[in-house]
Each structure stands twice: as C-alpha cells, then as structure tokens.
C-alpha cells in the first residue's frame, strides 16, 4: 500500500521545486523540480499527497488530495497543523464500511484523493455491506419526561444575562449588553403572564440568545413546547450551530433538546442516492459529478441530520439527490425509517424548542387552517408539534412570508409541460402493460387521454388569450367581470384534468397488478405516481384561485424572461385577518426584530407593526435601545443639489451616477450600492464601471445567491457589491467589509401593484391617503431602517451612507418627517451639496475614520 506524503512548493533558480517528505518523518526525503513530479509517482503507485502551497502545476491538481473536498463531507477540522488534521481525516475514514473503497475505486478519478481516501477506507474493520451505513448516524430525541419545577424564570435570567453573569463566561470576548438583559426580562414577562408582546431590539443587542435562554429555561420548567421561527435558513443553521450550544453550556440547559426543521427539499431522499450512485457505477455521470457523489455517500454515512444545505453541491446533483412531495412515497418507500425529513419531524415532536423558518411556520398554517391535506394523508399539524411558545425572529418579514404561503398560483405553460410528462409515462407503461392486459382496453383509455388532453390544450389557448396584456414583466388585477370569464375557464381545465389523473391511476393499479415484478415496472410506477402528484398539485392550486375571493385578489404576472408565460394568482389582501387567526392555541406568541417601530404622532409607533402581524391593539408593545453610538460611528449624507428623483428620469440617473463613482473612488473597497430597481442597477453599471479602476465589482442578477457574493466581496480587499432588494437585509458585513453605502432611491413598492395597491385600500377604508399613511409609507420605512442597518454591525464600526433620494429630507413630503424622525437615536442627516459630501469623504479617508 502507498503512503502519505506532504509536498511544500517553493521557487528556486527561477524554477518551481516541490519539498517531499513522509507522514511519519519530518526532514525531507526528497526535493525535485515540479515537472519531475509525473515520473516519481508513476513508479509510487498509490501514494497520497497533500500540498502546502500554490496549485498552479496542472499535475500536481490531478494528484493532490484536496483538503477542501474532506473539510466539506468528512468535518471541518480546528486545527491549524496539517499533519494533525491528515490524522483526523484518516482516523474518521477508517471507520467507515470496508466495502465503500469499491465505490471509491469506480467514481474518483484524482488520483491523490481516490488513493487517500482507499488508504484510509480499506483499513476499516467494517465488513457489513456499506449500504447498510447510509444514514446510520441520524440523531433521534426522546421525549423528556419531568419538568424542572424549581427553576425561578425570573432569577435564572438575570443570573445568565447581568455584568458578570454566565454569559459572560461562556462567551469569548462577551460585553455586557443592558438591552440584552432588558429584552430577556420582557420576555420572561410574557411567559409568565401567557400573554403576547412584539419587541423592538437594536442592531448589536445580541437578541438570539436574549429570547433563546428564558423559552429554553421555561420548557425545561415545564414540559410546553416552542417553536421558534426565522426568516432564512442560513439564520435557521446558525441559531442551531452557534447560538444553542450556548445555551447547553447554562445551568440545566445541558440536556436541552432542540431540532431544526426545514422543508423536504433541504433533506437527502435515500431512495434518489441510491439511484445516482447507480448511474455512477455505470459511467453514467461525469467526472465531477462522480467524485461529489462520493463525498456525499461519506457524508450520509456521518450526518446526524441528513440536511443538505451544509454541502456545497452543485444545484443538478442537489436537484438529483434531494426530496421532494412530487416524487415522496411516504411510508411506501423502503427507506422510510430513516428518512431524514421524516426523523426530523418526529424529533420535533420530541424536542423542547424546533427551529423553522417563515415559509416552514405557514406551510404549518395553511395545513391547519384547511383541516390537513388530504394528499399528505397525515393528521392536521403534525408538521410541528403542539406548542405553547411561538418566538418570531425578524417578525418585520411575517406578511412576505404569509403572502407567498398562503397565495395559489397557476402557470398553463408549466401545467402543459406536466400534461406531457404524463401522456409519455402513460405510452410507456401501455407499450409494458399490453403484453398483460386487454389491448382494446388500454386503447379506449389510449383514446381518451388523448381527447382530454386536445380538449386541455383548447381551453388553455383561451385561457391565454382572454388574459390580455402582451407586454413582458406586466402585472394585472382582475376585475369582477374579468373574473366571471377566467374562473370558469380554469374550472374547466381542472374539470378536465380529472381525465388525465383517472387514466394515471389506472395505469399505477395495472402496473401494481403485474405479478412478475422488475425494475422496469417499478420505475414505470414511480414515474406516474410523481406526475400524478404533480397534476393534484395543479388542481389543488386552481381549485385554491377559484373557490372564493373574498378578502383576496386575483391577478396576473407576466414573466420578464418569456413573453409567451404568465401566473394568475390569487393573494389574500386581509393579513391582519388571517394573521389573527393563525394558531389560536398558541398562548404565547413573541415578535421581534430591529425594525417594527415606525414613528407616528400621538401613538407608540406599533401601529403598523400591529396591522401586519393581526395582534390587537392592547398587546404589549416595547421598544428597546441600541449599544451602538451613532453620534459617533455613523455618518448620513443627503446631496441637496442634485434633481428630484422622478421614475424612469435619465437626468436623475447621470447625476446619481455621477456621485456614486465618485464617492466610491474615494472610499475604496468596503461598499454597497442598493437599488430597488434592476434597470437602474444595470444603467449605472454601464455608466460607471470604467472608472472604477482595478475594484472588485459584485452585481447581484436575480437569480444569483446573495451568499457567494458576500463570500467574494469579504475576501477581497478592493470590492463593492451592486445590489437590489435581497441586500436590504440579513447582509452582515461587520468593520472594514462595508464602510460606504449608498442607497439610490427610497425603497418604495409601486403602489400600482395589484397585492400593494389592495392593501393601500383595504387599510385605507376612508380614503387612499389614509391607506398611504397607515401601510404605503411605513412600509418603506421599515424597509429602509433594514438596508440602513447593514452599515453598522458592531461597536467598533464606522460607516458613511449616502441617500441619493433628496425626497428624504423634503418637508413637502408628508412621509418626510415621518422617515427622519423613525431613525436611530443619534443619526444626524446632514443635507449639503454633492462636492461637500465629497470633500467630507476625502477627509475622513485621510483620518482613517474608514
């Protein structure tokens, strides 16, 4: 067998020469030139090596173990001496099944990594077949069964949270936070008086583990059960990974069971890896793709949750591998019992606090607001279980959230591509089935999902041309006479899809019937029964637009990219309504976020918060401060000189562009422009580029993932990220990673917008400005205190933001004053002309203030 060798690469004489030297041994054993490299390791056969330094030799790519590849299946190892992580990574591998290195053997081409990770996998003691590993180390809760009854809330909270207390012991370099404390003490409150409470905490307040501790303390006391909801999985991962392992280092709290939840999507679906690995045995994936799916057959084999988010995959072998409820046979499916989806949600059952996120807590919602889906074939709510603690994270993005859960949506192009996929399934199970059912008989059906599916296309068509408006990215309400024609049309579409799934569930009842089982009958029946679920999904979606409008609006949305395709969806207007009526049963329910306060004369600035989140008038309101000190660390600009902004105007764009280039050359790296529109994103950039020199520019397209350009933008020193809407908010980019930001235009909605514009009128039942002032204008406000908030992270930061939008200090404007005065404490606006502003950036360059 090889051996592990480590190689250091360094220049001498102009020539590149590569230091080789033994696991075991520390002098060098041998020192060559890097093109010498080929003849010595082919007489070596399997030997592994690993490279401290630059891989710019092409060989040396082909024959390196690549550390990223088993810091990102295996673990992520803490040590900063690479002899100690080979160990590791060797140790960690030998206890994975013997019989693995076949598949190894089949699917890693480089040569490097395929002979380490055989060197480590052949000297298991393993012998069971490897198959039987796949998902072995999934973690399962038990229920606790005692509470702590003895546990004073009150006294504990303050023992973790006051200057000197256990928080400040468990956290390196922590800082004593009142607002901190005083959050954890509201909180306790609440709890204690099974009442509601919305919150207001700063930026910098340490919030997650301020409403974590006293929830956690409280169902350990007990035996009730929180769920706590965020608005990304990212900030899901990171309240698991980070913020509990906290918590279990407190007095009690070591026991502390808790589970995150996302949707089927994010899980592996072990029936799916074992198909892939299939085509992989086979020489029916590429190169990359093969040595990927190694890493994750590795992975399977030590995950205790089965999430796949961690993993950096590309998104076809995501797609390929991961589950979804089209294709998920429930408890059908052999692989059931370990089911990573379906372990976690019984681990929620189990746990004291489940982590969800927003879309996750109105999927929940919805399922028991409709008395449970009778497809799912599962008990109302057992998404989550019966809980008694609701902790809303980033509360600001519940109405977003309960907008895209609760809205139905229907696409006849995309309904046309699942017709197809079904006629196909349906001709090849036919083609299978003839040779064992009536050939007559299989024709009628043959027949009759052929009229069907002419009789869909038909009233498709006229779907398509009563829908109107041809032009791309268009949005239209239907009005009541409008709706008297397109509702009947797409009743009769899913009249008509009833046709399609009749035949597709005679075609899985014959194929069930066949006795001789094979693979072939198997996939054919998979295949139907995922299309099937599909085409219900259709159905369910049509039968959601067409059933009732009241307190909804029904609309069309054309896409930008595709002409020929539209949505009509069907949107509830009353979220307030809706939002009072979501989990009744739940006592306590917190919300909290840095931005739910917004000003307003002669009322305690909730208002609003308590239109989007359905609470009534008397629930607790509190807003708290901040440690930051924004008299000293922020600094607001507004150039008066510039023209009033005005939609679509080219002099109001030269000029903001203008000032941008400006002020970027000045500053340098560490800056952000937000835009709320893509157009002007593009035209600014096309305008400006040229003259930003050698800076690194990140340009957020729509479909691009805000966190690769983040991950850029940080390891650039030079960088400055052009963004729209996603980097309004959840962008943490502490010190010298972002010190500029300029912000375009105000981040208004259009208020022609059909969901905006029914809700304008829905709160404004006297009059549109009453809507205007009451939704329309806070709206923006709370939006803009989000992309504010990305400039100053900690208490160290300084940051310049420049608002180009002079509306903003315009006492004309009725939203002005409104605006200003919702700030944070101590952000001074300074109005002066664009060449002060400058000047002002040249001198605090020079300062080193950024």
């Not at 919305?198 to 929830?215: D, Q």
């Not at 059933?547 to 609309?555: A, D, F, H």
Request: hydrophobic share 40%; aromatic share 8%; glycine share 6%.
């Amino acid at each position: 067998m090889g051996e592990i060798l480590l190689g250091n690469i360094f220049k001498r004489n102009a020539k590149t020469k590569i230091s080789l030297r033994r696991i075991s041994q520390n002098s060098p054993f041998v020192s060559m030139n890097i093109e010498d490299l080929p003849s010595f390791f082919s007489e070596r056969g399997e030997d592994c090596l690993f490279v401290d330094g630059p891989l710019d030799s092409e060989y040396i790519q082909k024959i390196a173990v690549d550390e990223g590849y088993l810091r990102s299946f295996l673990f992520q190892s803490e040590s900063k001496d690479l002899r100690t992580r080979i160990h590791e990574y060797r140790k960690a591998l030998e206890k994975m099944p013997a019989g693995l290195s076949s598949v190894v053997e089949k699917t890693v081409e480089n040569g490097g990594l395929r002979n380490f990770l055989l060197l480590a996998i052949r000297e298991s003691e393993f012998l069971d077949p490897w198959e039987d590993y796949v998902l072995s180390a999934l973690k399962r809760n038990e229920r606790r069964e005692r509470g702590n009854s003895r546990i004073n809330l009150q006294k504990t909270v303050k023992l973790v949270f006051s200057e000197g207390g256990l928080l400040q012991d468990s956290m390196k370099g922590y800082e004593f936070r009142q607002e901190q404390l005083m959050t954890a003490l509201e909180i306790v409150e609440s709890i204690e008086r099974d009442s509601n409470l919305m919150i207001e905490v700063g930026t910098g307040t340490g919030k997650s583990i301020a409403y974590l501790a006293p929830v956690a303390y409280a169902c350990i006391s007990t035996l009730n059960q929180a769920v706590v909801s965020t608005r990304t999985r990212i900030l899901q991962d990171q309240l698991f990974k980070k913020d509990v392992e906290v918590l279990k280092t407190f007095p009690n709290l070591d026991d502390l069971r808790v589970s995150v939840m996302k949707g089927r999507e994010r899980y592996l679906c072990v029936r799916k890896l074992f198909e892939v690995v299939n085509l992989a045995l086979n020489k029916m994936l590429d190169e990359e793709m093969s040595t990927e799916l190694s890493g994750i057959l590795i992975w399977s084999m030590i995950t205790g949750d089965g999430d796949l988010d961690p993993l950096p995959l590309k998104e076809e072998m995501r797609r390929m591998i991961s589950g979804n409820r089209f294709d998920c046979t429930r408890r059908l499916c052999p692989f059931f019992e370990i089911c990573p989806y379906y372990v976690q949600r019984e681990n929620a059952k189990c746990s004291d606090i489940v982590i969800t996120n927003h879309s996750f807590l109105f999927s929940e919602a919805n399922i028991r607001l409709s008395d449970g889906d009778a497809e799912e074939q599962e008990d109302i709510g057992t998404l989550l279980p019966g809980f008694k603690y609701l902790v809303v994270d980033e509360a600001h993005e519940l109405e977003a959230s309960l907008t895209q859960a609760m809205s139905y949506r229907f696409e006849p192009y995309e309904l046309a591509g699942t017709v197809r996929r079904l006629i196909k399934s349906v001709r090849d199970s036919f083609g299978f089935l003839k040779r064992h059912f009536d050939e007559v008989f299989l024709r009628k059906l043959w027949t009759k999902l052929k009229e069907a599916t002419a009789n869909l296309d038909k009233q498709s068509t006229e779907l398509v041309r009563v829908a109107g408006s041809p032009e791309s990215g268009s949005r239209t309400t239907f009005t009541g006479k409008e709706l008297e024609v397109i509702i009947p049309l797409l009743i009769a579409i899913s009249d008509t899809l009833q046709t399609h799934v009749y035949i597709g569930t005679q075609t899985m009842q014959m194929l069930d019937d066949v006795e001789d089982r094979s693979e072939k009958i198997d996939g054919l029946e998979a295949e139907v029964s995922r299309i099937l679920t599909e085409t219900r999904e259709w159905m369910k979606q049509i039968a959601g637009i067409t059933s009732s409008q009241e307190s909804r609006i029904v609309y069309l949305s054309r896409f930008e990219r595709r002409a020929d395709s539209f949505s009509i969806i069907s949107s509830p207007v009353e979220n307030d309504t809706l939002m009072a009526s979501i989990f009744p049963d739940v006592s306590v329910k917190i919300f909290i976020s840095a931005t739910l306060w917004v000003y307003s004369r002669g009322s305690d600035g909730f208002n609003y918060a308590r239109r989007i989140l359905g609470t009534s008038s008397n629930n607790e309101a509190v807003r708290l401060g901040t440690s930051f000190d924004y008299t000293q660390q922020l600094k607001f600009f507004v150039p008066v000189d510039l023209p009033d902004y005005l939609p679509n105007s080219l002099t109001y764009l030269e000029s903001a562009s203008d000032i941008t280039l400006n002020a970027l050359k000045i500053v340098g790296g560490g800056s952000m422009v937000l835009f709320t529109s893509y157009e002007d994103m593009k035209w600014t950039l096309s305008r400006i580029s040229g003259g930003l020199g050698d800076m690194s520019i990140h340009i957020q397209d729509r479909e691009d993932s805000p966190t690769t350009i983040l991950a850029d933008h940080v390891n650039s020193e030079k960088s400055v990220i052009f963004g729209a809407r996603a980097f309004w908010e959840g962008v943490d980019l502490p010190g010298e990673q972002l010190k500029l930001l300029i912000v375009y235009k105000l981040p208004f909605e259009r208020p022609d917008e059909p969901l905006i514009e029914a809700r304008i009128k829905h709160y404004g039942k006297r009059s549109f400005v009453e809507g205007m002032n009451k939704y329309y204008y806070p709206k923006m406000i709370t939006a803009f205190r989000q992309g504010l908030g990305r400039l100053i992270r900690t208490r160290s930061d300084h940051g310049v933001v420049i608002v180009i939008d002079k509306r903003i200090v315009d006492p004309n404007r009725v939203y002005s004053k409104k605006l200003l005065a919702s700030l944070p404490v101590g952000a001074s606006v300074q109005a002066i002309g664009s060449s002060q502003i400058l000047r002002e950036l040249r001198r605090l360059k020079r300062e080193k203030w950024i």
